[in-house]
């Protein structure tokens, strides 16, 4: 029996460096040495038990299933950039109406993007605002089959706003019109880097108010460094929009 559990541990770990890479692995190892050792402290129970509660209200008030955290090990991912792919745990609807409201502008002919939707939880808190169409872009077919359903179990004027798209973040065409584009923390620095740049390409050959909302922004200096800035710092939100062409120009020494 012991000999099963090694070898399940060891399969395991095995595929966490497979598909996430040797960085994933020690990151995994070390909290769950930290959790043996008694040393994962209190902040992180507190966090899963309030984020527990948050998932359990959401989801039966919207009659979805968003909840829980998904490690993405083992998932059917399209595109190059499956080892720097953050776990799937869907984001926390106070905090996103924090962001979306601090917008505050007239969004009735915007799109909403959201790149890495995951289970569609966000989908579903903008369908809540009066966006023209909303899209979710997830790279993991599981979880892509998971928001399908749950966008097909929501009120038809809902749905009919709301499409889906299995494809990697740094490869979306995105919608012609203004746009609010969404990350909820999705992916490292690195793809970052590559969507951030894609996105204000595109906006520099057609210009449109477009805006950023980065929930959760770990990776801010990749949007800076790629001509936006910031025009909101809230408390676990950045709302970010492209710097007019001359500060472009001295910032990244593009003419
Ligand atoms: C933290 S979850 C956010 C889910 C959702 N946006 C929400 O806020 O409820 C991050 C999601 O991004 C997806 N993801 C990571 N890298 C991606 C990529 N390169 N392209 C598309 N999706 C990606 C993951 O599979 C995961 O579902």
Known sequence: M??????????????IYRDLGLR???????????RA??????????????KEAVDVAFDAEAG???GGITHLYGLSIVGPNATSGVSHIA????????????????????????????????L???????FATIVGVEFAAELHAVATANVAALPAADRARISLVYEDASRFAFPDGPLVVFLNNPFEEAVCREVARHLRADVSAH??????????????????????????????????????????CKATGVS
Do not use: M, N
Request: one cysteine or more; hydrophobic letters at 45%; glycine letters at 8%.
């Open 2 to 15: 012991f000999t099963a559990a090694v070898a399940r541990k060891t399969e395991k770990a095995f595929r």
């Open 24 to 34: 994933s692995l020690v990151l995994r190892l070390a909290r769950t040495l930290g």
């Open 37 to 50: 050792l008694g040393l994962s402290g209190a902040g992180e129970a507190r966090w899963r038990a309030r």
């Open 64 to 66: 979805v299933s968003t």
């Open 91 to 122: 984001c926390d609807p106070d905090e996103f109406r924090a962001a979306l409201d601090a917008l505050e502008a007239d969004l009735t002919e915007h799109s909403f993007v959201d790149l890495g939707s995951g289970k569609g939880r966000a």
């Open 124 to 130: 579903i808190l903008a369908a809540r605002y009066p």
């Open 207 to 248: 210009p449109r108010p477009v805006r950023v909302v980065y929930l959760r922004p770990q990776h801010r200096a990749a949007w800076i460094d790629a001509g936006w800035s910031s025009v909101r710092d809230g408390t676990c939100f950045l709302i970010l929009e492209p710097c007019p062409a001359a500060a472009l």
